[in-house]
């Protein structure tokens, strides 16, 4: 979806030219002296039941992006409106006391269990906080919510009373997971919450959400850095770099048809396997550069294998693929450089063969 799209009734999310610059302190009098621009001039859409990747390497301010939805950062620019039961409302300019009641709607699943759950309270009082915060129902009917969720998460309400430290990493994310559902939100926001966990305990992590979308009608932002994970749970992809948007698709065409060399990379970077096939692994070369100085013209062009002289000075918009409405990408070579795909169509039909 375009920036200039109009909104309809099945996008819950529309965030629009969005940026957040941290200033730079600097001297004895604490000086402005720059800004890290964490984001910087962001657009996109999220549908009602989708779930939505949001992928990119360290430092590409995916994580920054999901804060700025749930307000733990207020936006130093752009437009963020969320659909309330009163209809679109720009939550990007209200404060505390205004946002309370749309907080309901969007929660936040935290990348760490050990750090995001508090250490000296039990599991049963943390999934409780947000009820307890809201003021919803009593005492005892709060207490019956939590032992419901936490069956519904697969833990059983004989964990009311322990404490984190006492549950395995997986368990303490599906802690998480119920206090995130707790006061039944329509849009969670789930900040890379499988990459601190055995791949084991992924699966079972990423099938508890599945299963709990499909069930309560949820709504996912999905932040992640491991591709193979975003193709397991997301239905479309938005890949960042330095603070920027550089292409949004469906997944599947993401995996067969990247259209932008930053997503060739990473797609690149995913050890393969095709019924005992591998591919050689490819490590994009360089770093990321710094959001306090970016590059002129597009961010990636410094390692960027294809880049011309086009590309060191003009930003490319993003924009549709003329041949593909669903694929908007931000680069000048779009329709001239054909990129490797992550599965050819025989590899495709290999993998669905083997899934069946």
């Given at each position: 979806?375009?920036?200039?799209?109009?909104?309809?009734?099945?996008?819950?999310?529309?965030?629009?030219?969005?940026?957040?610059?941290?200033?730079?302190?600097?001297?004895?009098?604490?000086?402005?002296?720059?800004?890290?621009k964490a984001v910087d001039g962001v657009s996109f859409s999220v549908y009602a039941g989708e779930t939505l990747g949001l992928v990119g390497e360290s430092g590409s301010g995916k994580t920054t992006i999901g804060r700025c939805i749930v307000r733990l950062y207020k936006p130093t620019t752009g437009i963020m409106r969320f659909r309330t039961k009163a209809g679109l409302v720009n939550i990007a300019e209200l404060d505390k006391r205004e946002l309370q009641p749309i907080r309901r709607d969007i929660q936040m699943l935290f990348q760490d269990p050990n750090s995001s759950l508090n250490a000296r309270m039990r599991v049963g009082d943390i999934i409780a906080e947000p009820l307890d915060i809201h003021a919803i129902g009593t005492a005892a009917e709060r207490r019956t919510r939590v032992e419901d969720l936490l069956e519904h998460v697969g833990l059983g309400a004989e964990m009311y009373n322990r404490f984190p430290h006492q549950l395995s990493g997986g368990q303490r994310q599906r802690v998480?997971?119920?206090r995130a559902l707790s006061i039944e939100p329509r849009l969670v926001i789930c900040?890379?919450?499988?990459?601190?966990?055995?791949?084991?305990?992924?699966?079972?992590v990423l099938n508890l959400l599945s299963d709990l979308q499909e069930e309560l009608g949820l709504t996912y932002v999905f932040i992640a850095h491991d591709l193979s994970v975003v193709e397991y749970i997301s239905d479309r992809v938005m890949v960042m770099y330095l603070g920027k948007l550089m292409e949004t698709a469906p997944t599947r065409k993401i995996f067969e048809r990247p259209t932008h060399p930053y997503t060739e990379a990473l797609l690149n970077?995913?050890?393969?396997r095709i019924r005992g096939?591998?591919?050689k692994r490819y490590v994009l070369a360089g770093d990321i550069p710094s959001p306090v100085n970016p590059p002129s013209g597009c961010v990636f062009h410094t390692r960027c294998q294809y880049a011309k002289d086009i590309?060191?000075?003009e930003t490319p918009p993003l924009q549709p693929l003329p041949d593909d409405p669903e694929t908007s990408?931000?680069?000048h070579l779009a329709e001239e450089v054909?990129?490797?795909?992550?599965?050819?169509?025989?590899?495709r039909r290999v993998l669905e063969a083997d899934r069946a």
């Open positions: 979806m375009t920036p200039t799209e109009a909104v309809g009734a099945d996008v819950i999310l529309e965030v629009r030219d969005l940026r957040l610059h941290f200033p730079i302190k600097a001297g004895l009098l604490k000086k402005t002296v720059g800004y890290v998480g997971v119920a900040d890379e919450p499988v990459s601190a966990l055995d791949v084991s305990v992924q699966a079972q970077s995913i050890p393969k096939g591998h591919r590309c060191k000075t990408v931000a680069c054909t990129l490797q795909p992550y599965y050819t169509a025989e590899e």
